[in-house]
């Protein structure tokens, strides 16, 4: 087992069409890091990520929970098939193990993964965009999010809502001009409290990594339930 907490980037393999460990994926690891206590108090048994580029993500969240969440399954997907392939070498160079799939979001796994994905990360293609440019193939689109950048976001929240456990936890990368709080609102109402966990202003972005998770007060109240506990806090 590597001694390492997070993924090294000397380590991170790379591809011409593969997206490389930036800002937004630092923050997620970030995120994932502050909340790593939490983690693994949580002893998730399947944790997944969805579009996992170049596997610095999925990897950093292996080697943190490490031998103390020994029972835990990783799965990652990804659109892009060089990415899985370049994750698989990310994952080998590490130590660690995950189950890679080239697909679009979890497409193929909504039976075998329904209501069992106990942590799910998505730092997902946010950049407004024209709407064409969602979806090419390769290196676009890794950012290519069409208008406010919530063509894949959009498609990605319910496929979210149908994986997660009971006790899921969703870790999401967003950008100021997708509206995240908008989302929160739009998860408050599938019965999701949400927190942002880390919010960073870059030199080109204002990036937050917003973690949402089932909280059955809202559930029972619904649209209802602006009075309840579970807004958008800071922390
Ligand atoms: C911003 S990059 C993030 C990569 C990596 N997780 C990281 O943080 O460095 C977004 C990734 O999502 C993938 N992606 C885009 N659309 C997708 C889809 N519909 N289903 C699965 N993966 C998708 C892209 O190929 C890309 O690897």
């Not at 890091?33 to 990897?59: F, K």
């Not at 009075?227 to 806090?233: A, D, E, Q, V």
């Amino acid at each position: 087992m590597s001694p390492f907490k997070t993924a090294q980037i000397h380590l991170v393999s790379s591809h011409r069409e593969v997206y490389e460990p930036c800002d937004d994926s630092f923050a997620l690891v970030d995120a994932l890091l502050a909340d790593r206590v939490n983690l693994l108090n949580h002893h998730p048994t399947l944790c997944l990520e969805v579009g996992c580029g170049s596997g610095y993500v999925i990897t950093s969240l292996a080697l943190m929970l490490g031998k103390e969440a020994s029972g835990t399954h990783y799965i990652a997907t990804d659109i892009n098939p060089h990415a899985t392939r370049v994750t698989q070498e990310t994952l080998e160079a590490h130590g660690v193990h995950a189950e890679l799939i080239s697909t679009d979001i979890a497409y193929g796994l909504e039976k075998r993964l329904a209501s069992s994905v106990d942590v799910l990360i998505v730092n997902p293609p946010y950049v407004p965009t024209p709407e064409d440019e969602v979806g090419l193939e390769g290196i676009a689109s890794a950012w290519a999010g069409g208008e406010n950048g919530r063509s894949v976001i959009d498609r990605m929240l319910p496929v979210a809502d149908a994986l997660l456990s009971d006790k899921g936890w969703l870790y999401m990368v967003f950008l100021e001009a997708n509206n995240p709080s908008q989302i929160c609102l739009q998860m408050r109402e599938k019965g999701y409290a949400s927190r942002i966990v880390v919010q960073r202003l870059t030199e080109e972005e204002s990036l937050h990594v917003i973690k949402f998770w089932k909280n059955a007060d809202l559930q029972v109240h619904g649209k209802d339930s602006s009075h309840k506990t579970g807004t958008i806090s800071t922390s």
